[in-house]
């Protein structure tokens, strides 16, 4: 274990006892797959849409990442090094994190649905030295890799990982064929606060951000796993989020990994609630991470458990509060499947929850801090506590916990504006998500505070599309916003200004769409474009986007 709490205690019992404990020598891969005293126990049953099933111990998987682990550092990857990972639920994924952790590099998860902006600003702004590719986006990233000084290895995650099923893309190397002889490894020396992994987050103006992790990230996100799971772990586990996301690889695939459970791989691709509902019942999975936006497909499917043999036992989901229809009908139409909402950031995620053992849940609260995570809502300029009711911004102390980020990559300004210090002199990490906590403990989120769009599951910054689409040589200005969408949470809408002696219209706003799906990702491209003669902006130039969506939502 990498904390000691008391097992058994009520939850206030639980906050009151929790202290972090790593172990001297603290490293990710070890924690995930050589701690565990069974390792011939399944880890991974991987799913492909052509039918296709695969199962991974603990052991096939510690022994293909050593043997990856060699393959890199032979060709020069080593301590500190940046390796990104652009792959989709397959195995290929979680190997290239294992291994760059028993390196000491960093590991860097990027969504396949990137285009080549997308992906040539994150590899050039993280310095990666190799990237592990999907064959779906290899050719993309070896055709910006020519922009990238640093990037020496481009790897193709071709159709198996032992298996060389065809010749990769022209400038990349197969991923069986960076497979070194030997099976054994000997991790390098790490603890807790050694970097691990950076991810990327949107915020509402400028670039991405890399967001640096130390080794104990993970670990830090168990308690909260237990509990939104109900502390009944001993499971099979799957989410269709995409493991480029901290939403994916933190509140599912990794901690089902640390406790030893086997996690469900399969590519999906768009979410389609059949096969959803077809992958949960064929391997029995007991615990899932399900987006809002999947849930509500899923709600669309009649009579569930009457045509498939469900063992779902509990789902929890965040990014936007669940309606009291989501919890009726997962009692209801799933026989009593418990959903429990949580809160966190890439910044800091897993800071708050439920647990029906130890408390009921209030259908609109995100629930309790979790044990382990000092909590409260703030007044972001003095760092003072709120009363409850009050709203304020939620913040979480940063010393000793394993799930705040370290710091900003190449930002340290960044760092310390999100930061604030109280009159004792203790540091804050500032979310910048409104909220109060009432008198019972519990949180209730109000409103972000940066803009940030969360569609469909993805948080998007509106400053990159904004950024795509003044790229149009027909637009002079854009504003980009978040409004309610019944299924995908938000929908993305832009506001824009054509050029001097430019009509908007439906080619010039189809061109708009297709050039921020092709640039960044499918999911980042607006669904609505409005054309305006002039957008709102203030006194200094910026851009009103709360005006932008009164006219939306008016």
Not at 1 to 14: L, Q, R, S
Not at 320 to 335: C, G, H, M, V
Request: with cysteine; glycine share 10%.
């Amino acid at each position: 274990m990498a904390w000691h709490v008391t097992p058994d205690g009520t939850y206030e019992e639980c906050r009151e006892s929790f202290e972090w404990s790593f172990p001297d020598g603290y490293n990710l891969a070890h924690d995930l797959l050589r701690k565990h005293a069974d390792a011939d126990r399944p880890a991974l049953f991987q799913a492909y849409p052509d039918g296709r099933r695969e199962t991974y111990s603990f052991a096939d998987l510690d022994r293909l990442s050593n043997r990856l682990a060699t393959g890199l550092r032979e060709r020069g990857v080593g301590r500190g090094d940046r390796i990104a990972v652009v792959c989709p639920q397959r195995p290929e994924n979680l190997l290239t994190h294992l291994a760059a952790w028993k390196l000491g590099a960093v590991s860097i998860p990027l969504s396949v649905l990137f285009g080549p902006d997308a992906l040539r600003y994150r590899l050039d702004d993280s310095g990666a030295s190799a990237v592990v590719a999907d064959p779906q986006v290899s050719e993309t990233v070896a055709e910006v890799a020519g922009d990238l000084p640093s990037l020496d290895h481009v790897v193709e995650a071709t159709d198996g990982v032992l298996t060389d099923a065809g010749t990769p893309t022209a400038g990349t190397v197969a991923f069986a064929d960076l497979l070194a002889a030997g099976e054994s490894f000997a991790i390098v020396d790490t603890d807790h606060e050694t970097p691990a992994v950076v991810l990327y987050t949107s915020g509402s103006t400028g670039p991405p951000k890399g967001v640096l992790h130390g080794h104990g990230v993970w670990a830090g996100h168990c308690p909260a796993y237990s509990m939104y799971f109900e502390r009944n772990l001993d499971g099979v586990y799957w989410t269709p989020a995409d493991w480029a996301w901290i939403g994916a690889l933190g509140d599912l695939v990794f901690p089902a990994l640390h406790y030893g459970q086997p996690v469900v791989g399969y590519p999906m691709g768009k979410f389609a609630p059949e096969t959803a509902f077809s992958l949960l019942a064929e391997f029995d999975v007991t615990g899932a991470f399900l987006p809002p936006t999947a849930i509500r497909m899923l709600m669309c499917v009649d009579d569930p458990t009457d045509r498939y043999d469900l063992s779902l036992r509990a789902i929890c989901s965040g990014g936007e509060p669940l309606t009291s229809e989501i919890l009726e009908w997962a009692d209801d139409a799933l026989s009593g499947t418990v959903v429990n909402e949580l809160y966190g950031q890439t910044e800091a995620n897993l800071l708050v929850t439920n647990c029906r053992e130890w408390f009921p849940a209030r259908v609109g609260s995100m629930g309790k801090p979790v044990p382990g995570h000092d909590v409260r809502v703030l007044d972001s300029e003095t760092g003072a506590e709120l009363p409850p009711g009050e709203v304020g911004e939620f913040a979480v102390r940063r010393a000793g916990d394993p799930v705040v980020f370290r710091e900003y990559w190449n930002r340290p300004e960044k760092t310390a504006a999100a930061t604030v210090t109280d009159e004792k002199g203790v540091e804050w990490h500032l979310t910048g998500d409104l909220g109060s906590r009432d008198e019972d403990g519990y949180c209730w989120f109000k409103s972000r505070d940066d803009d940030v769009i969360i569609t469909a599951g993805y948080r998007v910054g509106p400053g990159e599309v904004e950024n795509a689409i003044l790229d149009h040589p027909d637009v002079a200005q854009v504003g980009v916003v978040g409004v309610p969408d019944e299924t995908r949470g938000e929908r993305i809408v832009a506001f824009v200004q054509p050029a001097v002696g430019v009509t908007g219209d439906d080619a010039l706003a189809a061109a708009i769409q297709d050039l921020v799906r092709d640039r960044l990702a499918k999911y980042e491209y607006p669904r609505e474009v409005h054309f305006v003669q002039e957008l709102p902006q203030t006194t200094t130039g910026k851009i009103q986007r709360r005006k932008l969506r009164d006219r939306i939502e008016g």
